[in-house]
């Protein structure tokens, strides 16, 4: 079955620092993958999606990420980090039936 | 205006009641979900609707139902709220795409049982 592990509940950076969010997952063919963010009271607004192709994937708000099937990972990166994307990140694989399945979720803490 | 929205927003109730929670998109998606979210756990699926006349369970029906009263109009009931059935409500909706359809999500509903 698929899965998501979000290793990370918490990560913490400063304002203007570099961020990695890690993604792994478990699917047997190859995965259609999805960073979705959640803002303080808001929904899921969806940051950036690989399907296939390129496997470097640009997203909204500076935001990338970069699928690597050997390492079955889709990690999300930005080079600087604003006190705005203070949020809870989630990644999903989509699975048989048109769904998607979703990690744990990450929550980032932006210092100043 | 918001393309998927649901109401209410926010809401508490007492063991036992019966609830429903209301989901409304208007860009014209043909499929439609509901999902719950528990702190730790992500989201879980609960039903979906690839549409009108079609239904099917997810991962964690049991205690909820559902209605697709039109194309634009997605409903999820808890006939006899419980406690452990506190929690974030999302609607989500998708088109058909490319593979696995990209789904947008409402604001969420957060539910409160007593």
């Known amino acids: 079955a698929q899965s998501v592990t979000q290793p990370d509940i918490h990560i913490t950076v400063s304002e203007g620092a570099s961020l990695e969010l890690r993604c792994n997952y478990s699917y047997g063919a190859t995965p259609y993958l999805f960073w979705y963010v959640q803002s303080p009271g808001q929904g899921l607004q969806l940051l950036l999606k690989y399907f296939s192709g390129d496997t470097l994937v640009q997203g909204i708000k500076g935001f990338e990420a970069e699928f690597k099937r050997s390492q079955s990972s889709f990690n999300l990166r930005k080079p600087s980090v604003h006190w705005s994307d203070a949020a809870e990140y989630f990644c999903a694989v989509g699975a048989p039936g048109n769904k998607l399945v979703f990690g744990a979720g990450t929550i980032l803490r932006v210092k100043s | ?114």
Request: hydrophobic share 30%; with cysteine.
């Open chain 2, 1 to 114: 205006d918001a393309d998927v929205t649901q109401t209410p927003r926010n809401r508490i109730t007492k063991t036992g009641k019966r609830i429903m929670l209301e989901c409304s998109q208007t860009k014209g998606h043909d499929r439609m979900y509901w999902y719950r979210q528990d702190p730790g756990l992500g989201l879980q699926l609960i039903y979906y609707s690839f549409d009108v006349k079609d239904i099917n369970k997810g991962e964690i029906s049991d205690g909820y139902s559902v209605s697709r009263q039109a194309q634009a109009k997605f409903s999820l009931s808890l006939e006899s709220a419980i406690p452990n059935q506190t929690a974030l409500y999302f609607c989500a909706t998708s088109d058909h795409g490319e593979g696995t359809d990209t789904q947008y999500f409402g604001p969420g509903t957060r539910l409160t049982v007593l």
